[in-house]
């Protein structure tokens, strides 16, 4: 942005889902004393309840609340008992391990309907006049202009910005202008629908936190939403490609309740009751998973990915939003770094947005690795666990989920990106390249996880 300008530095988000809307209240929040207009641009005419839950680990839930949101999504929130997840035997619902929460704390996990938290974000938008939310407005491409940005809509219009970030998901159209997308199947289908609680017979539980039941080679899943007044219901199943007939990769398409019927028929009788309560027709899905990205930032900094666009994931670690928070958070602090000190020093754009990728690419990448990973292990094929029968699967398994979700759970990537701040701005002595840069600044070497 030059200096002295009176103009507002204007940032375009492609995509108004928790990603986008949430890196616009960031940007609000950490950008205090700037002149910043922020424009939202959705492609649906009207926000609706697809995808059904989604969960927030701790280290998500601390972002929510940094940004003033905390009471309100605990409100949101379920009672728990203190029991976050367990996992069971899929044949007699015995107890595998417990992963532990404590309802009492003001930051903890919260699992709610998506719905419920696209609300709240837009709410708190127009409260606080952080940003303007257009709707129907599908994003066709964005044109570098050298100091600025087009955003192409197929409706005929465009919208010019300083930058633009791109929050448009898996079929992101800004990625797709600098890396092809590749998906590649996964090996596993997934029915998903919401039921009511109250609608599932002999609930044999104490408490209505989510539970696993674990299987060779599928897995079923039930966590609480909507103040445990649902349960998001997911039956994940390994099949044969050619096997997939027409199911595409779509969050709209329609299987039968049958195929779950016939599919987990060897599950104890409380998955047979969820089943029972699920629609005739719930969602189908085809999980693909994705090679890691190793660029996030493109146009000498005026075109940046977040969320789904940079990491899609398997959704096996249940990470995947709390990923895109905490991208909107570090980009919301970059973001607000170079307008303060481009107009003392006149620093580059590119140095300000590579310090957010140098954050969040590494970690996001070992979430997406976890992902991939965890669908593996919970349908007892990782490693080891292939070779083994389901008995002697238990205790490995028992032993693995312990400890799985720490290291995410745990990381403050404020911290982090305040650490890597300081370093960028005070740089160890060593060895320079040709191009005067040390032999890690700027760069990322990733390593393939898929074959």
């Not at 940004?67 to 035997?89: C, S």
């Not at 699967?393 to 982090?416: F, G, H, T, Y």
Request: proline letters at 4%; aromatic letters at 8%.
């Amino acid at each position: 942005m030059p200096t002295g300008t009176k103009e507002p530095f204007r940032i375009a988000i492609a995509g108004g889902g928790i990603g986008g809307l949430f890196v616009a209240l960031s940007l609000q929040h950490h950008c205090v004393g700037h002149d910043v207009q922020i424009d939202i641009y959705e492609q649906t005419s009207k926000y609706k309840s697809i995808g059904g839950g989604i969960a927030l680990g701790i280290n998500a839930a601390r972002l929510v609340h940094r940004l003033g949101l905390g009471d309100a999504i605990n409100k949101i929130d379920g009672v728990h008992q203190d029991v976050w997840l367990t996992f069971r035997r899929y044949d007699n619902g015995e107890k595998i391990v417990v992963m532990p929460m404590n309802d009492e704390g003001t930051i903890r996990q919260v699992s709610i309907l998506r719905s419920e938290f696209l609300d709240l974000l837009l709410e708190t938008i127009r409260e606080r006049k952080a940003a303007t939310v257009h709707t129907n407005k599908i994003c066709l491409g964005v044109k570098d202009n050298g100091n600025s940005v087009t955003l192409n809509f197929k409706d005929g219009t465009s919208a010019t910005a300083d930058i633009a970030i791109g929050c448009d998901g898996i079929h992101s159209k800004l990625r797709a202008q600098y890396i092809a997308d590749k998906p590649r199947y996964s090996g596993i289908l997934a029915f998903r629908d919401l039921v009511e609680t109250k609608s599932v017979k002999d609930w044999p539980f104490p408490t209505y936190s989510a539970v696993m039941w674990l299987c060779k080679n599928k897995h079923f899943f039930a966590y609480p939403v909507d103040q445990n007044k649902q349960f998001d219901v997911i039956g994940l199943i390994r099949t044969p490609e050619e096997e997939l007939g027409d199911l595409k990769e779509s969050w709209t398409f329609l299987g039968d309740r049958s195929e779950m019927e016939k599919a987990f028929n060897d599950f104890e009788p409380t998955v047979q009751n969820i089943i029972q309560a699920m629609p005739e027709k719930p969602h189908k899905w085809l999980l693909n998973d994705r090679q890691p990205l190793d660029q996030w930032v493109f146009a000498d900094g005026r075109v940046i990915l977040l969320g789904d666009a940079a990491h899609a994931m398997l959704p096996f670690q249940g990470a995947g939003a709390g990923q895109s928070i905490e991208d909107g958070f570090v980009l919301g602090k970059a973001i607000a770094d170079y307008l303060d000190s481009s107009s003392r020093h006149g620093e580059s754009l590119q140095k300000w947005m590579s310090l957010y990728q140098s954050v969040r690419l590494p970690r996001a990448q070992r979430a997406q690795a976890a992902s991939r990973n965890a669908g593996e292990t919970h349908q007892m094929r990782a490693g080891e666990l292939g070779l083994k029968t389901f008995e002697e699967c238990v205790p490995i398994i028992r032993d693995n989920l312990s400890q799985r979700m720490k290291w995410i759970w745990n990381e403050d990537v404020e911290v982090a990106y305040e650490n890597a701040k300081r370093e960028l701005n005070n740089p160890p002595m060593g060895p320079r390249s040709l191009d005067g840069q040390s032999p890690q600044q700027g760069r990322f070497l990733v390593q393939p996880l898929l074959s």
